[in-house]
């Protein structure tokens, strides 16, 4: 499994050609996910390891990528610490009483992986046995940025304006929240590799939202204890950090510890190489709408983007986000073989 491209491409080798795997590759864009959607909730599919390791197969032989990504969500240990999750129709998750007080902090429920979320590893068991040595599977988990901006707020929203007056007026408050997700993510990562995981992504969908101080101050030391410590345990495991408007933030990004960097469409790919250095691995960075285009503008795009890497290794091709719900999957299946294609060395 070592010697897979996607792993060598996490490492910064050379591959045979450019691995391709696609963020959201297993959900609502496939028929045959829909097809078990409509007989269960979402959070139930999540729980229900069979169902969970269906859906993560799914994509895999249809696409041809390169690697797959475990069926879960985010925010499946935040509710096993005890918080109650809930998700709205049309509205996405919701806490309905979210962390406001030390209190609330206080009464976070020790997270123990093996015995909070024994679905989650599980399903990557049977995940695995069902991959058979075709590709790596991926784990993953939310930063602890992201994971708090939901347990403050409540719910989604534009301003995040709780976790941002938590930080500034009770910052001993925001780290102690901080500094429990930190030691809870490390487990659940180090479980998930134990379970069979060949490499995981660190997702922070709101990392964005922190100016360059508030990133160092708030963000950046609990996720280099993270890969810190899922290093120290498991040191060939590729780790992958992607967040979404942190091109701000770029340069900060490899003092995470982090192999790759998941780049999002809202930069140039070329020049954010440039800026990253030569020892990080880079993901990325089509935008997910570029699938709603013909299939030779979607060449194009590819070219495009494998041109501003310039034949560099260490590139994993993604998307910039998550495959929309709209997509049509034969485009999807169409720009795994392309990037295949333009992607082949020599």
């Known amino acids: 499994m070592r010697a897979h491209r996607f792993l060598?491409?996490?490492?910064?080798?050379?591959?045979?050609?450019?691995?391709?795997?696609?963020?959201?590759?297993a959900g609502r864009y496939l028929p045959q996910y829909m097809e078990i959607r409509r007989?269960?909730?979402?959070?139930?599919?999540?729980?229900?390891?069979?169902?969970?390791a269906e859906?993560?197969?799914?994509?895999?032989?249809y696409l041809g990528v390169d690697a797959a990504i475990l069926f879960s969500d985010i925010l499946i240990p935040v509710e096993a610490m005890g918080m109650r999750l809930e998700f709205a129709p049309d509205e996405g998750p919701v806490f309905p009483e979210p962390i406001r007080s030390a209190r609330d902090?206080?009464?976070?429920?020790?997270f123990d992986p093996y015995d909070r979320t024994p679905f989650t590893l599980e399903a990557i068991r049977l995940t695995v046995r069902a991959l058979d040595g075709k590709v790596p599977l991926i784990g993953f988990a939310g930063a602890p940025f992201t994971l708090a901006a939901y347990m403050v707020e409540g719910r989604g929203s534009k301003s995040w304006m709780q976790v941002k007056r938590l930080m500034a007026q009770e910052p001993g408050l925001a780290h102690a929240l901080f500094e429990t997700l930190a030691e809870t993510i490390s487990d659940y990562l180090a479980a998930q590799v134990e379970a069979g995981c060949r490499a995981v992504q660190i997702f922070d969908s709101w990392g964005g939202?922190?100016?360059a101080d508030g990133f160092r101050r708030f963000s950046l030391p609990y996720l280099q204890r993270i890969v810190s410590d899922l290093k120290s345990q498991h040191p060939h495991v590729p780790v992958i950090y992607f967040g979404t408007c942190m091109s701000h933030l770029l340069e900060l990004l490899p003092e995470t510890g982090a192999d790759v960097v998941?780049?999002?469409w809202r930069i140039d790919l070329g020049?954010?190489?440039?800026?990253?250095?030569?020892?990080?691995?880079?993901?990325g960075n089509l935008d997910p709408a570029a699938l709603f285009l013909p299939k030779e503008e979607i060449t194009a795009r590819v070219q495009k983007i494998l041109a501003r890497n310039g034949g560099r290794p260490g590139h994993i091709f993604n998307l910039g986000h998550g495959v929309y719900p709209l997509t049509d999957p034969e485009h999807a299946r169409y720009l795994v073989a392309e990037v295949h294609r333009l992607g082949a060395r020599g």
Do not use: H, I, S
Not at 39 to 52: G, I, Q, S, V, Y
Not at 271 to 283: F, K, W
């Open 8 to 25: 060598r491409a996490c490492r910064g080798e050379e591959v045979d050609t450019t691995p391709v795997w696609l963020m959201r590759q």
């Open 39 to 52: 007989r269960t909730t979402f959070l139930e599919l999540c729980k229900t390891p069979e169902l969970a």
């Open 55 to 61: 859906v993560t197969v799914q994509p895999v032989d």
């Open 105 to 110: 902090v206080e009464r976070l429920a020790p």
């Open 209 to 211: 939202e922190l100016d």
């Open 262 to 264: 998941g780049l999002d």
């Open 271 to 283: 020049e954010a190489r440039d800026r990253l250095g030569p020892d990080v691995a880079v993901q």
